[in-house]
């Protein structure tokens, strides 16, 4: 393959017309599906998931550069007779609303003059509605607008709530202009990473139209597995990489389509000569995410299980945010499975979903929580990973108690989140989950749930944990036989009972069996 991976380009001109020769993944179809299919439309995605180069395509597409488009999908399908004006802005970074102002009217300026469009305007909204009129008067045609990052001004500042909400307000009038604007508007898609309620910021916008979780356009980003194999399969297996492994550590991501990569962990790992590393995990760290779940006394093994309603998956407010919300807009949770209500409507469960984002998570928990140093760390996992792909028990035993033993003392008595109930369950998860490994805590079987559970290639765990218990901890899982969902599947199964002695901070008794 001669294709260079186009690492960082946004702009669909620069990656079709380059000398280097990019790579170029034709999402056409569903371009084309999208634009002829409504009006006004919003779509989520997690960051660096392709959502600008989306935008930048269909400007070009409205703009009538044939050219650019051909040999593709859309080349023979397209009415290229019509060209329309575009406004495409992309959300600037800003420490609150009277910055967002100016940077937002000097980003509109930058339109006008390259439209060689006069403007009386100075106040930004009052601006944008002059420019889309002025717009459709010059080309005597509707105007498209496309907005990337549409929440960035808004998360830049999460961590201060008046800063944000108040942020929000803005844009919340900023984007009720294009209701007032619909007779001049032609196409609208707004992108970003989260989905605030529509109560909380489009409320102006009342034919806005959410695709963040239809079918339809589930894979207008990303890449499928199938898309893997055609354009860079044969790249990959010329480093000797199995694409099993391949998507093992990056596919995964479901937004009821097919199930995905993300675009920027696969174009390093082939650029990078097909060397696995948490590439996407690494570019951007959930600093405010680990805060909130701490914050919230989250429960870690639930990122194992959790089962959501839509209107939680609907659902972001600054005045309420949920860990788990957020966890999984930003990527790092997402769609395992879609279950029927008895009420009615969808629940979905939702899972961790590749083993990049397992181990990294894992150790961004860990290193919040300063449990072991991180030097000291790798040890432990690269330990415990031989170990239970072994079904070593006498190792198994061994890197759990070192585990908690490292957990420095001084830790326990000036951190507050050591003394909530779970939290010894919460370390052993993201502990077992920063091996790679997949992890399931709160595993439901008929008989009640299993505090956790580990994947281990050809071995299942389930681990049973005890807190000053006057039992051991396995006689729980015997009893209620949380192991027999698991049966059948051709794996050793192992039953571990930890006790852990909260006064000593440490493991108590630990018993490990093997069902025969």
Known sequence: MNKLMPIGVQDFKDLRTSELNYLYIDKTPEVYKLVRSGKVFFLSRPRRFGKSLLLSTIRYLFEGER???????????????????????????????????????????????????????????????????????????????????????????????????????????????????????????????????????????????????????????????????????????????????????????????????????VLWFVDSGCVFDNYWFNSGTPNFLIKLIESGNFYIPELGSLVVGKEMMDRFDVENIKPEVILYQAGYLTIDEVIKSPRGGLLYKLKVPNKEVRMSLSDAILDYWKVVEKDRRGELEDGLYVALGNGDVEGIKGWIKRLFESIPYHYHINNPISQYEGYYASVLFSFFMSTGYEVRGEDVSRRGRADIVVLARDKVYVVEIKTDAQEPAIKQIEERRYWEKYEGAGKEIYLVGISIDSEGRQVGEMEIRRIE
């Not at 959300?91 to 509109?108: F, N």
């Not at 356009?217 to 990303?222: E, M, P, R």
């Not at 998507?247 to 962990?265: I, M, Q, V």
Request: glycine content about 6%; hydrophobic content about 35%.
């Open 67 to 265: 050219e650019l488009f051909d040999g593709l999908w859309i080349h023979n399908r397209w009415d290229w007779g019509k060209r329309y004006p575009v406004i495409l802005l992309s959300m600037p970074e800003c420490g609150g609303k009277e910055e967002l102002e100016v940077l937002l009217r000097d980003k509109l300026r930058l339109v006008c003059e390259r439209e060689d469009v006069q403007f009386s305007s100075e106040h930004p909204l009052s601006l944008f509605a002059e420019l889309i009129q002025k717009l459709a008067e010059k080309y005597s045609h509707k105007v498209v607008v496309l907005i990337d990052e549409y929440d960035r001004p808004i998360l830049d500042n999460i961590d201060e709530p008046e800063k944000a909400k108040e942020v929000r307000e803005y844009l919340k009038g900023f984007y009720s202009l294009l209701k007032d604007l619909d007779e001049y508007l032609k196409f609208i898609l707004l992108t970003g990473v989260t989905r605030f309620s529509k109560a909380g910021i489009f409320s102006g916008l009342n034919n806005l139209k959410d695709i963040s979780l239809d079918p339809r356009y589930g894979n207008i980003v990303g890449i499928t597995q199938e898309e893997l194999e055609r354009y860079l399969g044969e790249e990959i297996k010329r480093h000797n990489v199995d694409l099993e492994e391949v998507k093992e550590w990056y596919n995964g991501y479901s937004f009821l389509g097919d199930r995905l990569y993300n675009p920027f962990d």
